[in-house]
């Protein structure tokens, strides 16, 4: 009898452990109002709708749109249905692209070259600088000793090392590793500065992921086990011009909950940098999923900038919605 007590005792107390680890998980709701929704964003996402969020600018140069839905299996499922290729497609728009090794080389860019657009896409490369595309002061100086003569081969040869140079100094150093795009009358663009807003407006991720946050803000330092990251380079049509960017994905565990950032850290011409952010938070009954999308260019600056930003916002919202609903309707 006292045996059979005390395997009762054993089992009981392993049921009252057990739900006491459920009962750690919040609710949906509860989780949502933490990270700011309101009463009735909360009710849209329990009914099972994905919910776009306005956000507030993080300066005069963001384009921003945020988005958050519940999923019904774990953070840990809905990471690996990221990572077997739901935000890993080929862009319809993509002219070519190479994936960058750790060290990085020359190598890894082989493939790119300035076509579409032969000659005169050249020729922006040379002499005359064109000011449309985005260069720090160093990189604009190098590519102005260039004749207005000089070979494709060697047009290309430069801007490979100039985007090798660019990646490896990020590699290394993070956002203080980022050289400033130079603008008109000797003013500089500071990629980092925007970059770094946009990750500080995402702080109420940090009571659910405090080490993947800390560990996202302080890139390339102190990654935790588990942490995965992939740089690439991507040419692609962008507002009707082949643009080239630098681009790195980052999943970083804490828990049950990860965060998955996207940052493209170079953009030829068009808009400075985009990051996104998706906190993936574990909720009773399966995740949270809050996306936030900040883009920073400078053709929402100035005048008539608040309204272009809303019309930037919803557009990229459309987008974005659609490849979580993707998800979504993935999800088992």
């Not at 849209?44 to 140069?61: C, D, Y």
């Not at 992921?209 to 560990?215: D, F, G, S, T, V």
């Not at 919803?314 to 979580?324: A, D, T």
Request: aromatic share 6%; glycine share 8%.
């Amino acid at each position: 009898m006292t045996k059979r007590i005390r395997i009762g005792a054993v089992l009981l107390l392993s049921w009252v452990i057990g739900a006491t680890a459920r009962a750690e998980l919040p609710q949906a709701e509860v989780l949502l109002a933490d990270l700011g929704l309101s009463a009735g964003e909360i009710a849209e996402v329990k009914a099972g709708n994905i919910v776009t969020r306005s956000v507030t600018p993080t300066h005069e140069r963001d384009l921003a749109t945020s988005f958050a839905f519940f999923a019904p299996v774990t953070p840990a499922e809905l990471v690996k249905q990221l990572r077997e290729g739901l935000l890993q497609k080929v862009d319809s728009n993509t002219i070519s692209q190479g994936k960058l090794s750790s060290a990085g080389s020359l190598d890894d860019f082989k493939a790119l070259a300035l076509n579409p657009g032969g000659a005169a896409r050249v020729r922006r490369y040379t002499s005359s600088v064109d000011e449309a595309l985005n260069l720090s002061a160093e990189e604009r100086a190098a590519f102005a000793r260039l004749p207005a003569t000089a070979p494709a081969a060697e047009v290309e040869a430069q801007l490979r090392a100039m985007l090798l140079a660019r990646y490896q100094a990020y590699h290394t150093k993070g956002l203080a590793g980022i050289a400033p795009y130079a603008r008109d009358g000797g003013a500089s663009r500071s990629l980092a500065d925007d970059l770094s807003r946009s990750l500080q407006s995402l702080t109420a991720l940090k009571k659910y992921a405090p080490h993947a946050y800390a560990a996202m803000s302080d890139y390339p330092k102190s990654q935790p086990a588990g942490s995965e990251d992939r740089f690439t380079w991507v040419q692609l049509m962008a507002h009707g011009a082949p643009t080239i960017v630098l681009a790195q994905g980052l999943v970083i565990p804490d828990g049950d909950a990860f965060l998955v950032m996207q940052r493209q850290f170079y953009v030829s011409e068009g808009f400075n940098a985009e990051q996104a952010v998706a906190g993936i938070l574990p909720a009773q009954g399966g995740s949270i999923v809050i996306y936030a999308n900040h883009t920073s260019t400078d053709q929402v600056s100035g005048f008539g900038g608040g309204a272009k930003r809303s019309i930037g916002s919803k557009l990229m919202s459309s987008e974005l919605q659609g490849i979580f609903k993707k998800v979504q309707k993935k999800a088992p």
